[in-house]
Each structure stands twice: as structure tokens, then as C-alpha cells.
């Protein structure tokens, strides 16, 4: 298979329409499970088609380091290459991770201030341009309305398509209206797309949920596969699993 059909037919055109090919942009979007998931795997997934489809993107880890995020993606950009029979797979990757760049916070550290002022240097210096940012491991439990809608400002200012992870926990039951689980319940408005990983069948196979989606809303309710083994997207969703 080559590049170009890799794109068209990743299983996240569902979340982008045809003609966007993943710069549908500025837009908050939120990946939502609970620990062990797949909630980082979907990110990189989400950033690996953003590249693959000629996008630069900013991948901000808080409280994972470096060495670990190259693994993820490194790890399933082969099995991506290796289900869909990618040709000269070494060489792509060299290409789309040109276009990468990885950020890494303490826990303690981040906020929107030093990430704009981070990009801002980049930009202005003009050393990289994103056009997607993925942001793994915020404290929605710790952080307030107010960080998030200035990081929303944000995506609006800089035209980029931000996609958040979230941690939910089991014995949390507190959802919005539209079915979003805490600890985000309060602040779904804020965001454009919300998917959640839900484990189905004793937790053999986990289901990923398009909670809501206002840039596509034929989107909104559909699911796909999620491979527990790889953490792969599937497609189409098995209702007997």
C-alpha cells in the first residue's frame, strides 16, 4: 500500500471530513479512559495521520519522558506499516517525523503561559509550525474552566487542532448531559470531539465511542474497534465483542 492510500483509509476519517484529511482546525478535541486504555495510543495514531497527511505536529507529554513517547510512536507507526503492507516504511517515517516535534513537561510545570510561550518562540523563529497539538497527561482533576478555555484561545489564535487525554475512573459516576464522564462532566463544552474508550466483554476488547463530534455530526455515536493486544483502530466495530 502506499502513502497516500494509508490516509484514505485509516479508520480516523471518520473524525475528519473527506476534504480536511485531519487540518480541521482551530478545534479542541478530547480522547477519554480510564488508565491502560489506550488513551496515548490513540493520540499518536491521531498525530501519526495528521503527518502522514503533510501537517507538522507538536506532541506535549506531561510526566512522560522523551525516550517513551519516540517508543509509542515508533512501535505503531510498524504495526501500521506492517497491517497495511506499507511500502518503503523506513523512509516514511524519516519524512513525517521531520515534521514532529516532542515537548516534555513535569506535572508541576505546565501551563498555557509557558506552552504559548514555547511555541511562540518556534514559530517566531521560525523553526516549526504546527498544525496540530496533541497534549497527553493534563490533570483534568487538578486544572480549572479557566485553563482550558485560555488553551481553547489558544487553538483559536494559533489555528491548531488540539486533542487532549483524559483519565475517568470507574467508581466516578458523575457525567454531563451529553454522556461525558468526569472528570471533564463540567468543561465538555469546551471541546469540539469527544471520544471515549470503553472495555467491553470482561475488558477483551475495548470500544472507541464518538461521544459527540460538532465539526462532523454524522460522526457523533459511531464507534470503532480498539485491539486490546496492539491498541490498534479497527474497523468496523464488532458488536459481538
Given at each position: 500500500?502506499?502513502?497516500?492510500?494509508?490516509?484514505?483509509?485509516?479508520?480516523l476519517?471518520?473524525?475528519?471530513?473527506?476534504?480536511?484529511?485531519?487540518?480541521?482546525?482551530?478545534?479542541?478535541?478530547?480522547?477519554?479512559?480510564?488508565?491502560?486504555?489506550?488513551?496515548?495510543?490513540?493520540l499518536?495514531?491521531?498525530?501519526?495521520?495528521?503527518?502522514l497527511?503533510?501537517n507538522?505536529?507538536?506532541?506535549?507529554s506531561i510526566?512522560?519522558?522523551?525516550?517513551?513517547?519516540?517508543?509509542?510512536?515508533?512501535?505503531?507507526?510498524?504495526?501500521?506499516?506492517?497491517?497495511?503492507?506499507?511500502?518503503n516504511?523506513?523512509?516514511?517515517?524519516?519524512e513525517?517525523?521531520?515534521n514532529?516535534?516532542?515537548?516534555?513537561?513535569?506535572?508541576?510545570?505546565?501551563?498555557?503561559?509557558?506552552?504559548?510561550e514555547?511555541?511562540?518562540?518556534?514559530?517566531?523563529?521560525?523553526?516549526?509550525?504546527?498544525?496540530?497539538?496533541?497534549?497527553?497527561?493534563?490533570?483534568?482533576?487538578?486544572?480549572?474552566?479557566?485553563?482550558?478555555?485560555?488553551?481553547?484561545?489558544?487553538?483559536?489564535?494559533?489555528?491548531?487542532?488540539?486533542?487532549?487525554?483524559?483519565?475517568?475512573?470507574?467508581?466516578?459516576?458523575?457525567v454531563?448531559?451529553?454522556?461525558?464522564?468526569?472528570?471533564?462532566?463540567?468543561?465538555?463544552?469546551l471541546?469540539?470531539?469527544?471520544?471515549?474508550?470503553?472495555?467491553?466483554?470482561?475488558e477483551?476488547?475495548?470500544?472507541?465511542?464518538?461521544?459527540?463530534?460538532?465539526?462532523?455530526?454524522?460522526?457523533?455515536?459511531?464507534?470503532?474497534?480498539l485491539?486490546?493486544?496492539?491498541?490498534?483502530?479497527?474497523e468496523?466495530?464488532?458488536?459481538?465483542?
Amino acid at each position: 500500500m502506499l502513502h497516500k492510500d494509508l490516509v484514505e483509509k485509516n479508520p480516523l476519517r471518520v473524525l475528519y471530513p473527506a476534504d480536511t484529511e485531519g487540518t480541521a482546525a482551530p478545534r479542541m478535541g478530547l480522547v477519554m479512559a480510564r488508565a491502560g486504555l489506550g488513551k496515548t495510543a490513540i493520540l499518536v495514531q491521531i498525530a501519526l495521520d495528521s503527518l502522514l497527511s503533510g501537517n507538522q505536529v507538536l506532541h506535549v507529554s506531561i510526566g512522560q519522558t522523551l525516550d517513551k513517547i519516540r517508543t509509542w510512536y515508533d512501535d505503531i507507526f510498524k504495526d501500521i506499516a506492517e497491517e497495511f503492507k506499507l511500502e518503503n516504511t523506513t523512509e516514511i517515517m524519516t519524512e513525517i517525523y521531520r515534521n514532529r516535534l516532542i515537548m516534555t513537561f513535569n506535572e508541576s510545570s505546565f501551563s498555557r503561559p509557558k506552552l504559548e510561550e514555547r511555541l511562540n518562540d518556534l514559530v517566531y523563529q521560525n523553526i516549526f509550525r504546527p498544525n496540530c497539538l496533541v497534549i497527553d497527561g493534563f490533570d483534568f482533576a487538578a486544572a480549572d474552566r479557566e485553563i482550558l478555555a485560555d488553551i481553547q484561545e489558544l487553538a483559536t489564535v494559533m489555528d491548531l487542532n488540539i486533542w487532549f487525554s483524559a483519565t475517568s475512573h470507574r467508581d466516578d459516576q458523575r457525567v454531563s448531559a451529553a454522556g461525558i464522564p468526569a472528570p471533564c462532566h463540567e468543561v465538555d463544552d469546551l471541546f469540539d470531539t469527544v471520544i471515549v474508550l470503553q472495555p467491553k466483554t470482561d475488558e477483551k476488547c475495548i470500544a472507541l465511542n464518538i461521544i459527540k463530534d460538532a465539526t462532523k455530526p454524522e460522526s457523533t455515536g459511531k464507534s470503532l474497534n480498539l485491539d486490546p493486544a496492539t491498541l490498534m483502530l479497527k474497523e468496523p466495530y464488532d458488536e459481538t465483542c
